[in-house]
């Protein structure tokens, strides 16, 4: 009756989980017993926090029944006593792709359409449980290091559809799945699409951001025009949890900008140097997924070779193992993934580096566990070893992080995968082997499967042993070996292995053919058993060195800081009526232009008790300027400067890509640049909206672009619009004939557009119910931006019919052209501009390197200004942009355009040009402190900049740079050494590679400017 | 006599800049009514003697002479000094009070008049196809009348090199001045050196920000290229000791003079590895003259480069540093480090847009004298170094009794922006029409001004 009543209680305790329910139908006699296994004895990690010890895990049909020092083992269990082992939960990978197609654009040609999105790069309606293929050997793979879980998605596209949550059983996909739609995954990368568009990051991040606003306008219909699953899709999938994956740090803050513009949380996938923005990073408190994965080192023993090896990537390789350590101090909330590594090989050498580097070892191992699980919305069953939650666990010899530690078993939703079995007996050591007629000695080494063993006579020195074969399949051994002094006479044995391991025996046969019996005793202090190590992780804290701002050669160790300086003695260039002043003083203070005079005075000028600090500068025999105004540059741009795909394509935005980490930041900086108009290419009529940034090198890119500045956006016309110079030229436009029609389409469109709207806003509320407001377009905003005069032309142009063209669409349209930029025949019909109140902005003396500039001439600035034309001279070239101050005196040498007049065509008349006049271009009270100190009158050729300075900080000082020459000689030194020791440790190098930046121009297509090879048109 | 000047004061310079420009516009305009969009017509050979006298005599070997002159009959220059020693009397004697006398300049490597549109390949004849084409010779493809030499003319380069580009060895350069009426009128010095673009030492990855991680090993691929260059070389060597060889090779007759002397090897290299190499290379295979073209790297081996009496000619000056954390103005220090260690160089404008840019050469000299160079040291790296690199220097590239009266006359320093005003240029004593296509342009297009359309 006891029993029965137990048995009745057991049941009541087992009955609800007992069996999960399945829709396949049942054939043979089916395994109706449920699976209970305790664990006894163990040391159990609850999580990487909580540890138990002679503890029990129960657990039935993969899931953990209980788990405690108290438990009690039911009866029925099978009982595995695994004293001196650890379990762990098993590992989760938060990002993976395993068993869900590539992104191959062969297979997609194959794909069905469907009702779908008009752009193949957005996939929201793929989700992976739909796609999903269980995949034994990624599986495998993966379960050899720990991990029993993986959230997989389709790598393709920009809006890449919902990942699931699948289990490395080796299950059939409805089984291994255990939650789809995860999360939605969403990338700048637009994979297999068969679209030209988009072709550049900007372009990607341009329809991302429609789409979002689409899939909300989309949503919000009651009733659709046009049936779209992508659409649809996309729009539940922005209600719940998103991953996007940036490729660089960057791109990190990339995503952080756009989520928060839509106000959408994320998740970021980052590359692992996120260490080089930090503060930035952390700010924005976003959950990262970081990569295990770290370069090689390079092979840096030649002298040349190591120079050709940049300081960021020296840099990279000492600080990639000490980025998640750096981001835990910093608090921010990360999962690992193993994402991005070539093999798993050496994943756990690369956890306890990033643990001896620092790295807390629980912390290291909850971001493989608990963190993915809660990120992911999975910690109610996933990451950790809890009743009630999934049993998948790992059985190890010792800590995780212990260098010796050996994963023995690893359990899968109630599947038990046999890494390492725990209960083979260890049999390495040291024998005495007795033959019957003699003793030998016998050495067994080796892990696992690969033994291997030698023997000699006992009596013999150690010069004779020879390699003996030996095999062994659990308890049964084989071995064979002949004397070296007699290769024929070969001997085998056979025997088994008794408990322990201390003593083996059995038959063997010598050569000859007769039979005897043998035996093996392992001989004393010998023990190979294998001890459980413990956590023997050391934390070994090396110095690194601090990390610059950008991370490149550079890049500042402290930031340089906004201070009060009195320039005095100068020969100032006011730009202003005051014309050039001789023996000046100029004040900057708080980031502004304070005062001018002659002698200056402290007390004046700051009256009352607080007085800044104020620095004094000697500028005896110097020019002080304002700092240069390039209105045509490409330098700081990620990923294309073209999306040329369309030919019209006002949506993009370059603002969206500024790279701040590009070092013509700061080349231009050396030669007085103290701000640029980015522009987008000019492969297309209407191209992308411009950034106006200031050269704040060390600063984000966000921090870099000008608060308040009005509205840009890149015009072209001519030879580059026509594809005249490279590829097939297959796209509209293809002749100027048809550029003018692309405008006046262009605009008819935006102006319906506008019209729409301003219908929408002109209905009354009610008759506004139930309908939708007009859907947002944002290539058409941009236009209709123009037409409101909110936005503001820069066109690329260069022949006078084209040119007169333009003016003429933007007459009978109703906007003007701000700027005319190369506008290399503006000299033949200056006046016309003038009249249209049109800006110029010109090359100083380039002209042959294509048709349409065979009539250029370097007299055009001096001709454009003698017509009252506000002519400015651009760069579109790093690196003539350090030099505009030469550019500028061309124009004295070409057309005697004065000394003053020309100096303002790179400064002031540039300024008037961005809309920015208000604040830069001249010296007088009150504009911003962005001033370039020289050497020389900058109109000749001996000028050289000795400082420059951007809202009052100095960002470039010639007796800093050479300070930071030697800092980046010595920190080079510093690093290389230590590859030199890590190859002499065994560490895997590479060929150094040089590094040559490409340079963006005004037509290169596409992410890398690698579609066409010439690459010196403009 | 001084071996220095500084640059002009500013308001000096102001008074001066106007002067000129009287003198310059009243020149215009004789010239504008006949010559509106024309060629200039090649000046015929000198038959009147002339003395350029009161200006600043910049020899071009470092001296300078105050008040000095320049007299030159039947083309050669036959009097250099002070203008108070001048003893002969001269046909014609012109006045250059505060101006600026110097040897013309010349351009080593350069594609002038082999390109007139750079993406119109229909005019541009300086690559060919194959591998090891020393017989491509670009004299022959030099276009005289081309509209962008008078530009380059206008600011003084009289001199230039004309050299092939592409393939492994491009072809072979020939020596023109720049007023002629066909090639063979231009021609200096015919095939006077072959040009050979040394194989990198390093491969590109992607570019910085976007690095390609997949590294292929280039190595054997780079030993085979070498390989093939040394069994050419020896194998041209070979041939050059026969006289009149059976089987006539065009390739290796045109290698004949790399191993007698009669040409130059120029090797266009970079790297410290390419140029140690080049030189090794060199000197195994008994080429008689080695010139390393680019040498980015050259001062790092320059006692290399000394001991082997190898010249270099400077990659364009005004050119970003090659690795991203060079010295920010390590381009425009090169001269200066080179001059340091002993190693003659000139500098070369190859790259994007060179033959229209070519124009811009003094400059680059002028931005050498910013960084370190003296300012006499940097005309001399486009005057008489750039004539001994090119192995001219006993006609060209200084002013010296003997030497060709090629030589310009500037209002100010020729290689400031401001200064440099052409306002007569003689090429072998003859007097060169100093109007250019973007002059006409210029003056064509002041009187839609004037008419005020």
Same mark, same amino acid.
């Given at each position: ?27 043979? $006699? ?114 050899? +290091? ?160 190591? =120079? ?65 699980? #809660? ?104 071995? /064979? ?14 025997? &088994? ?24 005793? *392992? ?6 058993? #294998? ?16 990390? %610059? ?43 502004? &232009? ?34 240069? &105004? ?120 935006? *102006? ?47 022949? =006078? ?15 003007? $052209? ?16 003038? =009249? ?6 010109? !090359? /100083? ?5 294509? !048709? ?167 | ?7 002009? +004061? @500013?308001?000096?310079? #102001? ?145 230039? =090199? ?12 020939? &020596? ?26 390093? +491969? ?28 050419? @070389? ?58 390393? $073209? ?5 001062? #790092? ?33 090169? %001269? ?61 590239? /200084? ?10 006359? /500037? ?43």
């Amino acid at each position: 009756m006891v029993r029965y009543s137990l048995l009745l209680l057991l049941c009541a305790l087992f009955a609800a989980p007992l069996r999960a329910q399945s829709t396949p139908p049942r054939g043979h $006699v089916s395994d109706a017993a449920p699976v209970l296994v305790a664990f006894t004895n163990a040391t159990v990690h609850v999580d990487a926090r909580t540890v138990l010890t002679q503890a029990t895990l129960l657990v039935r049909d993969g899931e953990v029944v209980a788990v405690g020092t108290k438990v009690k083992v039911p009866a029925g269990a099978q009982v595995r006593d695994l004293k001196g082992l650890h379990i762990w939960p098993a590992l989760i990978e938060p990002y993976s792709d395993l068993g869900l197609p590539a992104d191959k654009q062969d297979q997609r040609k194959a794909e069905v359409k469907g009702a779908r999105h008009w752009n193949g790069a957005l996939r929201a309606d793929a989700h992976a449980h739909t796609l999903f293929q269980p995949d034994a050997k990624q599986s495998a793979e993966l379960r050899a +290091q720990g991990f029993a879980m993986v959230i997989t998605h389709r790598m393709d596209g920009i809006s890449r559809g919902t990942s699931a949550a699948v289990v490395l059983s080796d299950a059939p996909a409805a089984r291994a799945v255990v939650r789809p739609d995860v999360a939605a995954h969403f990338s700048f990368r637009k994979g297999s699409s068969l679209d030209d568009y988009p072709s550049s990051q900007m372009g990607a991040i341009a329809l991302w951001r429609q789409a979002v606003m689409d899939a909300r306008w989309y949503a919000a219909q009651p009733q659709h025009q046009e049936t779209d699953a992508v659409l649809a899709a996309l729009a539940t999938q922005l209600q719940g949890r998103i991953v996007v994956e940036a490729g660089d740090r960057n791109e990190v803050l990339r995503w952080v900008r756009l989520l928060d513009e839509f106000k959408l949380p994320g998740i970021v996938k980052g590359t692992g140097d996120e260490y080089a923005r930090l503060e930035s990073i952390r700010s924005a408190g976003l959950p990262l997924l970081v990569p295990v994965s770290f370069p090689e080192a390079y092979d840096v023993e030649d002298p040349y070779d190591a =120079q050709e090896v940049s300081y960021a990537r020296l840099k990279h390789w000492e600080m990639a193992p000490r980025n998640a350590q750096i981001l835990d101090t910093a608090r921010l909330v990360f999962a690992f993934t193993t994402h991005g590594r070539k093999d798993l090989k050496d994943l756990w050498k690369d956890m306890r580096s990033m643990v001896a580097l620092g790295l807390d070892s629980s912390r290291a191992i909850e971001a493989f566990t608990t963190d993915p699980a #809660r990120l992911f919305g999975l910690d109610d069953r996933y990451g950790a070893l809890r009743e009630g939650m999934a049993a998948n666990f790992l059985i190890t010899s010792g800590h995780l992080l212990a260098e010796r530690n050996i994963i023995h078993e690893i359990w899968v939703d109630g599947k038990r995968f046999v890494l390492d079995d725990p209960e083979r007996i260890d049999i390495k050591g040291s024998y005495e082997l007795n033959l019957a007629a003699s003793i030998w000695n016998l050495e067994v080494t080796g892990e696992g499967a690969k033994l291997e063993a030698t023997v000699r006579r006992a009596s013999e020195p150690d010069s004779l042993k020879v390699k003996a074969r030996i095999d062994r399949q659990g308890s049964v051994v084989s071995l /064979s070996f002949a004397p070296k002094d007699d290769p024929k006479a070969i001997t085998r044995l056979s025997g &088994i292995i008794h408990a322990g391991g201390g003593l083996w025996d059995g038959q063997g046969q010598r050569a000859g053919g007769e039979w005897f019996a043998w035996s093996a005793l *392992r001989r004393a202090g010998k023990n190979g058993a #294998r001890k459980a190590t413990a956590d023997s992780t050391r934390t070994v804290v090396t110095e690194a060195g601090p990390v %610059p701002q950008p991370l490149v050669g550079f890049g500042w160790t402290e930031l340089p800081k906004q201070g009060t300086v009195i320039f005095r003695y100068a020969t100032v260039w006011t730009n202003t009526a005051q014309g050039i002043l001789r023996n000046t003083d100029v004040c900057i203070h708080e980031g502004r &232009i304070k005062a001018i005079g002659q002698g200056l005075d402290v007390h004046a000028l700051f009256p009352g008790k607080k007085k800044p600090e104020v620095t004094e500068v000697n500028a005896t025999g110097m020019h002080l300027t304002c700092g240069i &105004i390039d209105e045509h540059s490409h330098i700081a741009i990620s990923r294309g400067v073209n999306e040329g795909a369309m030919s019209v394509s006002s949506q993009v935005r370059i603002g969206d890509v500024v790279n701040p980490d590009d070092i013509n930041i700061y080349r231009d900086l050396a030669g007085g640049v103290t701000t640029v108009q980015l522009l987008h290419g000019s492969a297309n009529p209407i191209g992308g909206q411009s950034a106006l940034i200031k050269l704040r090198w060390g600063q984000t890119a966000d921090s870099m672009l000008i608060r308040g500045a009005a509205g840009h956006i890149k015009f072209a016309l001519g030879e580059n619009v026509k594809q005249s110079n490279w590829g097939p030229g297959t796209r509209f436009p293809r002749s100027r004939m048809g550029v003018e029609q692309q405008f006046y389409e262009a605009f008819i469109r935006a *102006r319906e557009y506008e019209a729409a709207k301003q219908h929408w806003t002109e209905l009354r509320p009610r008759d506004r119910a139930g309908k939708v407001p007009p859907r947002i377009d944002l290539q058409l905003e941009a236009l209709a931006e123009i037409l409101r005069g909110e936005r503001n032309i820069t066109c690329h142009s260069y022949v =006078q019919s084209e040119i007169d063209m333009l003016m003429h669409v933007a007459d009978s349209m109703g906007f003007k $052209v701000n700027t005319f930029t190369h506008i290399l025949e503006g000299y033949k019909m200056a006046r016309k501009m003038q =009249q249209h109140g049109v800006n110029a902005s010109t !090359f /100083s003396d380039w002209w042959a390197y294509k !048709f349409e500039v065979y009539d250029a001439i370097p007299y055009n600035a001096a001709l454009l200004h003698m017509h009252g034309v506000n002519t400015g001279i651009n760069s579109d070239d790093a690196e003539m942009s350090r030099r505009l101050n030469q550019e500028a005196a061309k124009a004295v040498k070409y057309g005697g355009v004065a000394p003053e007049e020309a100096w303002k065509m790179v400064t002031l008349n540039p300024a008037r040009m961005l809309k920015l006049d208000h604040r830069l271009g001249t010296i007088e009270p009150g504009k911003d402190a962005d001033l370039v100190l020289w050497s020389a009158d900058p109109l000749s050729i001996a000028a050289r900049v000795e400082r420059t300075y951007v809202d009052g900080v100095c960002y470039f000082d010639r007796a800093t740079d050479a300070a930071r020459r030697a800092w980046v000689i010595a920190e080079r030194d510093r690093i290389v050494r230590a590859m030199m020791a890590a190859k002499a440790d065994g560490a895997p190098t590479r060929r150094p590679r040089s590094e040559r930046q490409h340079l963006w121009h005004c037509e290169d297509i596409g992410e890398e400017g690698e579609q066409h090879e010439e690459h010196d048109a403009h | 006599m001084r071996t220095e000047r500084t640059n002009f +004061q @500013f308001g000096q310079y #102001r008074s001066l800049a106007g002067a000129v420009r009287v003198l310059f516009a009243a020149l215009c305009t004789t010239v504008a009514v006949a010559l509106v969009a024309q060629q200039p017509v090649p000046a015929p050979p000198q038959k009147k003697s002339v003395l350029i006298t009161g200006g600043t005599v910049h020899v071009g070997d470092g001296r300078v002479i105050d008040e000095g002159a320049v007299g030159f009959r039947d083309g050669r220059i036959d009097y250099v000094g002070y203008a108070y020693g001048v003893k002969a009397t001269y046909d014609t004697i012109i006045q250059v009070v505060g101006q600026h006398v110097y040897p013309g300049i010349i351009a080593a490597d350069a594609t002038i008049g082999l390109e007139e549109i750079e993406a119109v390949r229909a005019s541009v004849d300086v690559e060919d196809i194959g591998r090891l084409e020393p017989e491509m010779r670009t004299l022959i493809a030099y276009k005289a009348d081309s509209r962008v030499v008078p530009t380059v003319r206008s600011n003084g380069v009289l001199v230039a =090199q004309i050299a092939p580009r592409g393939l492994v060895i491009s072809g072979s350069s020939s &020596i023109v001045q720049l007023d002629a009426w066909d090639w063979e009128h231009a021609a200096v010095r015919a095939d006077d050196a072959v040009h050979l673009n040394w194989p990198a030492a390093y +491969q590109r990855s992607g570019w910085w920000a976007e690095p390609g991680e997949t590294d292929t090993e280039k190595k054997d691929e780079r030993a085979n290229k070498l390989e093939e260059l040394r069994s050419f @070389f020896r194998k041209a060597k070979a041939y050059a000791q026969e006289k009149a060889p059976e089987n006539v090779d065009l390739r290796l007759e045109a290698m004949r003079g790399v191993f007698n002397g009669r040409k130059a090897l120029f090797v266009h290299a970079n790297a410290a590895k390419e140029i140690s190499e080049a030189v090794q290379f060199a000197k195994a295979e008994g080429v008689k003259r080695l010139v390393i $073209v680019g040498g980015y790297d050259a001062w #790092r081996v320059a006692d290399l480069l000394r001991e082997n009496k190898v010249d270099v000619v400077l990659r364009r000056l005004h050119s970003l540093p090659m690795r991203p954390e060079d010295d920010i103005d390590l381009p425009y220090r090169l %001269p200066a480090l080179l001059k340091e260690r002993g190693v003659r160089f000139c500098l070369g404008y190859a790259g994007d847009m060179e033959a229209m840019g070519l124009r811009n050469l003094p400059f680059l000299a002028g931005t050498a004298a910013a960084y370190g160079l003296s300012a006499e040291d940097a005309l001399r790296s486009i005057t008489l170094d750039a004539a001994a690199v090119l192995g001219v220097d006993d006609r060209l590239g /200084s002013l010296a009794v003997g030497k060709e009266a090629t030589l310009i006359v /500037s209002a100010g320093n020729v290689m400031d922006m401001q200064g440099n005003r052409i306002v007569h240029g003689y090429i072998q004593g003859r007097r060169i029409v100093l109007d250019d296509h973007h002059q006409q342009m210029y003056r064509l297009y002041r009187q839609r001004l004037e008419q005020g359309q």
